[in-house]
């Protein structure tokens, strides 16, 4: 996956409806060859806000960082963001 893939797919987690679809996103970037070392995913229920927190295994270019609205740094990267109404979440 180049950085651009990357960047791109990272964009589409803001466009996930439920937490399930985020998590199998990154868990398919978080493969052996994959660019995420590890990761992690909490959803606020009251606030239907996702939080991810991605070591990746390299650093992303501050600019790549502020085209996702993250917060980076060295490895880690930080993202959060509401899910899409429409999903089978509860209100």
């Known amino acids: 996956m180049d950085k651009g893939q990357v960047l791109q797919t ?3 987690l803001r466009g996930r ?5 985020v998590r199998r996103v990154i868990s398919g970037m978080s ?3 994959g ?4 990761f992690s995913v909490s959803f606020d229920t009251n606030r239907r806000i996702v939080s991810c927190f991605l070591e990746m295994r390299s650093p992303m270019l501050d600019s790549d960082v502020r085209e996702l609205g993250a917060c980076g740094f060295g490895n880690g990267l930080c993202l959060e963001f509401a899910l899409v109404r429409g999903s089978a979440e509860p209100d």
């Open 31 to 33: 493969g052996p060859a």
């Open 10 to 12: 990272l964009k589409g």
């Open 35 to 38: 660019p995420v070392k590890s």
């Open 17 to 21: 409806h439920d937490i399930d679809a």
